[in-house]
């Protein structure tokens, strides 16, 4: 029982560690693990261009100019998508007038509380944020600038770990030299592959929504579907809450520029392309390549939202899948390693492996 009592207080030391480190190391972190990630996608495209006689910077170079290329191409696309979105908000702005204006007289009906008093609270709670903190407009400029500052941070880390990525292999033998060679190496390899795998196959699970998304929102008539698609099918990145909110959003938009008949089409879209996505796409091209289970799955991004916002949404699930590798291969962890993952694994993505062996054949 003492040893068990010693083992499950260094188990929650690390936790609550783990958990003030990532927490106020936020702005510092958050750009790292963002490079390590594209690094490591990258990282096969290094390769490939280091065997076609590339010197080092210069294979590091391209795959930084790939990785702006599909940021500016995604600029692109949003920037053409809204200025035509834009066109349409005075029907947008009409119809949300109209909506404001029917809620107003449903709470009057319920409540009592008459549109001007209505108004007046809403002044008054807008002008107590503000006293608060800074405007809306400032707090949007905030995070822009912020965002922006982050994503060169981590294209310039993504640079410079494709650049000395074996110097990283080789810290990692050299710090466990007394253990087996080939089985750190081993380990390595799998922790890049967790990332690149689960990068590629969500990378074509956003493609594969996008298209259904949009085939099926111009065919019910919705305007800006090309957009609306985008921005849902580039949510699901966020696992199960990102679902949720894409599905949200074409369907409001819909209330808005359309009328209710085209809204419940739109939903009725969403939830079909939403339920292919959930049992075929999911599952055979993403192929639950992290190996994590779906209660640590759900954990990992509760606890990436809550310490790292969205970003950690994103981050936190390639992180505990990295962390089950560790587990695996370490001795004293392996059975934190058997509770985090499947009991009998996840089979891999079957349209990988088929253009896979459809590669290696030719």
Known sequence: ????????????????LFIVVMYFGKAFLV?????????????????RLDGWGFNRAMSSLVCILIL??????????????????????????????????????????????????QKEMIKEQTQNSNKQGPGTGAKILAGITSTLTGLVL???????????????????????????????????????????????????????????YSVGLLIVGIK???????????????????????GLFPVIMALLTEDAQTALWAAIVMVVIQTIDNYFIEPNVVGGEVNLNALWSILSIVAGGMIWGVAGMIVFLPLFGIIKIICDHVTPLKPLGYLLGEPEGKKPSKVKQWIKNKFSRN
């Open 1 to 16: 029982m003492k040893e068990i009592f010693n083992r499950f207080n260094q188990y929650l030391f690390f936790i609550v």
């Open 31 to 47: 750009p790292i693990c963002f490079g390590a990630l594209f690094a490591m996608l990258m990282a096969p495209v290094c390769r």
């Open 68 to 117: 702006l290329a599909v940021f500016a191409g995604i600029a692109l696309i949003v920037s053409t998508q809204i200025s035509t979105f834009a066109e349409n908000m005075n029907q947008i702005q009409t119809k949300g007038k109209e909506f404001l204006g029917q809620a107003q007289a449903f709470i009057e009906e319920k409540i009592g509380m008459s549109p001007d008093e």
């Open 154 to 212: 981590s294209l310039v880390i993504t640079f410079l770990m494709i650049y000395n990525k074996e110097q990283f292999e080789t810290f990692f033998v050299k710090l466990y030299q007394e253990k087996d060679t080939d089985k750190v190496k081993t380990v390595v390899g799998q922790i890049s592959q967790v990332s690149q795998k689960y990068l590629t196959g969500r990378a074509m699970s956003v493609l594969i929504i996008a298209a259904m």
């Open 224 to 246: 800006n579907a090309v957009l609306l698609a985008g921005i849902a099918a580039v949510l699901t990145v966020i696992p199960y809450l990102g679902t949720v909110l894409g």
